[in-house]
C-alpha cells in the first residue's frame, strides 16, 4: 500500500509540474523554459497514475461528478464545433508570426499563381504533387488575388512582375485552414465510430495540442490534408472486414487516388496501411472479398494512369516520379530517417500529454495482439475489435519504419501514426481508469488538452516561427526591390533561396547550380543574389566568374539589421 501511495503522491506532483508548465506557457513566460520547450513531466505521471490506481477507491468526489456530468450533458457536436473553432482561433493567432511564405509553401504557392496568373513556377519539380496548387489556383481565383496581380502587371515567360506580387498569401493560407478543418472532422467521425463521441472528442484536442500537429496548422502544406484522407484509407478497409457485406471497399480506391495527387509521398503510408491490413485480418480474409477486391484494385490502376503517363512523358519512366520524389530526401544515410523517428517517439512527434496517450494506445495494440495469439492457441474467441487495434497499432509503427527507411525524418511526414496511436490510445486510458472513473479521467484528459493547446500555440508563436520570419526579414525585401526594378520585364534571380524569391519577386528563380546549366532566354534581367551569411551561393571569385566580364549594376540591400537571419545581400545585376 506505500507504494501504491508513494506512486499517487509522484503523479500527483508530476501532473501539477506538467499543467503548471502550460500555464506559464499560456501567460508568455515559456522562455523561462529552454528553448520554449516544456520538461515532459507527464511521461513519469502516466505510470505513477497507473500505479496507484488501487488507491483511487470506487466513489468519486462530489465536485467532480458534478462537473463531469454537467460535460456530459453537452451534445458531441458541440463540442466538434468548439474544438474546431479553437483550430481555427490557433490558425488565425499564428498567421501574425510567420506572415511569410516559407520554403515549401512558396514552392506550391508559385506553382499556384503560375495556372491562375501565367508567372514562373519557381522551385516546381515533377517529383511536386499537382493536388495542393490545384486547391490553391482555385484559392487565388476565387479570391480575386492572383487575377489583381495579372491586372497590375504579371506577365508571362521567364517573369515579369508589377505591384500585385507577393498578394495571395492570405487566400493560400485559407486552404491550409480548410484542410485542416476537415482532417479533423474527419478523425472525429472516425474515433468515434471506434469509441464514442466524447472520447473522440478528447482525441481530437490531444492531436491539436502536440508540438508536430500544431506548427504546420497555419502553413500551406499537404501533410495534414492527406492525413486525413489517409485516415479514411484505413477506416475503409477496416468497415469492410468489420461488416459483412459492406460496400466500403468501393471507396479505398478513391480516397487513396485523391491522398496520392495531394501527396505523392503516401505511398509509404499506403503501403504501411495494406501491409498491416493483411497482417491483421489474414489474407483469407481479403481474398474472401472477391469481386469487390478485384474490382476497387481496377479502379485504383485505372485511376492512376493519368499519373503513369505523365510520369512517363516527364522522366521516361511510370514510377519516375514517385522515385524523384524518394530521391529529394534529406538524409545522411539509409535510415536516419527511422533513427531519427526512434530518438523523438513519442515526446517530440506529440508534446507530453500526446506522448502519454501515443504510448497508451501502442500498449493497446501490443495487449490485442497478445489476446489473438493466446485465442489461436485454444483461448476465447478472437473480438473483432481487437484485430482493428491490432490493424490500427500494426499501421502505425510500418509507417514510422518504412518512412524512416525511405526519406528522411520530420514529425509531418508520420501524422498518420500519430493519429492512430492517438485514437487507440484514448480508448486505452478509459479502459485503464475501469468503469467508475472512466468518465472522470477522459474530461481531465481533455481539460489538460484544452489547457495545453494554448499553450503549444505559444510555444509555435514564439518559439518555432521566430527563425522562419526572420529568414523572410532577409529574403523579402530583396525579392520585393528586385522584382520592382525589373519594370515588367522578364527577370531572374540566382539564388540560395530561389522559392521565396519566385514568390515574393514575381520573377523566376534558380538556384546557381541550376543557373550553371541553363540557357537564359534573351531579354531577361539576370540578377545574382548573395547574402553575408547564405547558403548554396558562390565566394567571391566564383561570383566573378560567373559574371564573364559582362558590365554589371552592383547594390547592397539591408535586410532587417541585425535580426535579418542571412544578413544584408549584394545583388549584382547583369547588363
Known sequence: MARVKAAGVVAVVCTALAAAQQVLLVAGFGGWLPGWQPWPYLLLAGPAWLLSRRGWG????????????????????????????AAAGVWVVLQGFEPYLGHEEAVYANKARSWTDGTPDAGWGVYRPVGLPALGALALWLSGEGAAGAVAGMGTGAGSVGSGVGSGVGALRVVALVLVLGTLTVTYFVAAAWTSRRSAVVALLVLLSGLGFLRRVPEYLNDIGATGLLLGVVFLLARAQEKEGSRALWGVPVVALAAFYLRYGVVGNLLAIGLAAVLAYGPRAWAAQGRRLVGAAAVLVAGLVPHLVHAVHETGSPLGMVLS????????????????????????????LGAVVMAAGLWAAGAAALRIRRARGGGPGVRGEDRRRVFLGTAAVLVLVILGMATDGEPRFVYLAVVLLTVLGVRALAELAGQVWSAPVLALTAALAGLTVLGTTQVVAHGAMPGPTRLAWSTVPVAREIGAAAQGRPCLVVTGYEPEFGWYSGCDAVTYAQYRAMRVPAGTVVSLVVFERGRLQPDAAGLERLVAGRETDVRTVGTGGADGAVGAATVVTLR
Open 325 to 352: 520524389a524518394t530521391s529529394q530526401a534529406n538524409r545522411a544515410y539509409v535510415g536516419d530517417g527511422l533513427v531519427y523517428y526512434l530518438a523523438v517517439f513519442p515526446y517530440r512527434l506529440a508534446g507530453d
Open 58 to 85: 470506487e466513489r468519486i468526489p462530489a465536485g467532480l461528478l458534478r462537473g463531469v456530468n454537467a460535460l456530459r450533458r453537452i451534445p458531441g457536436g458541440v463540442w466538434l464545433v468548439g474544438v474546431l473553432a
